[in-house]
Antibody
């Protein structure tokens, strides 16, 4: 079955950096778009970024553009999110999510999430 | 980009039917698929409706989705409400970006 397991969250000071990872299993990782989606405490879902199956195309939400970088390693079945210049408003649970076969910008499976807290 | 607007909350009694709307601000609701996710407290979202009106395996047929071009909106309908349906529900669509609705808290009381 499809499994997405995020790691790398934690407490970081404003202006700091963090790298999230997502280990994928149970499907052919290299066939699918992948996304990062976040949820601030008590708030709704916010799309952060997505990457195409071959890494040829990436897109970012305006709120993270220039600060976050999405990448993937298909040989390791892994998705990454490098987060720099972190702000208090980046505090959230970050979910790794798989795009559907029909449209990479639709989601069918979600990980359990990893919490990022930006605070001094 | 466009926005998706959902009611903040809805409530209904067990056994009844509830409909949650999701209105697209610009562009046609029919131009891109809409999906619906359920998120119970402390859990990750799960898909309850995909591609406007399709149900994943394991989702009860009490859940249904539809599109209405006249109101430029999508709807999630849950019939025969059960207490276990109490959750947050999010619609999602896309253009070049992924767009989520603000979420609707369903209370079954």
């Amino acid at each position: 079955q499809v499994q997405l397991v995020e790691s790398g969250g934690g407490l970081v000071k404003p202006g700091g950096s963090l790298r999230l990872s997502c280990a994928a299993s149970g499907f052919t990782f290299s066939d699918y778009f992948m996304s990062w989606i976040r949820q601030a405490p008590g708030k709704g879902l916010e799309w952060v970024s997505y990457i195409s199956s071959s890494s040829s195309y990436t897109k970012y939400a305006d709120s993270v553009k220039g600060r976050f970088t999405i990448s993937r390693d298909n040989a390791k079945n892994s998705l990454y999110l490098q987060m720099n210049s972190l702000r208090a408003e980046d505090t959230a649970v970050y979910y790794c999510a798989r795009g559907t076969a029909v449209a990479g910008t639709l989601i069918d499976y979600w990980g359990q999430g990893t919490l990022v807290t930006v605070s001094s | 980009n466009f926005m998706l607007t959902q009611p903040h909350s809805v409530s209904e009694s067990p056994g009844k039917t509830v409909t949650i709307s999701c209105t697209r601000s610009s562009g046609s609701i029919a131009s891109n698929y809409v999906q619906w996710y359920q998120q119970r407290p402390g859990s990750s979202p799960t898909t309850v409706i995909y591609e406007d009106n399709q149900r994943p395996s394991g989702v009860p047929d009490r859940f249904s989705g539809s599109i209405d071009s006249s109101s430029n909106s999508a709807s999630l309908t849950i019939s025969g409400l059960k207490t276990e349906d109490e959750a947050d529900y999010y619609c999602q669509s896309y253009d070049s970006s992924i767009v989520f609705g603000g979420g609707t808290k369903l209370t079954v009381l």
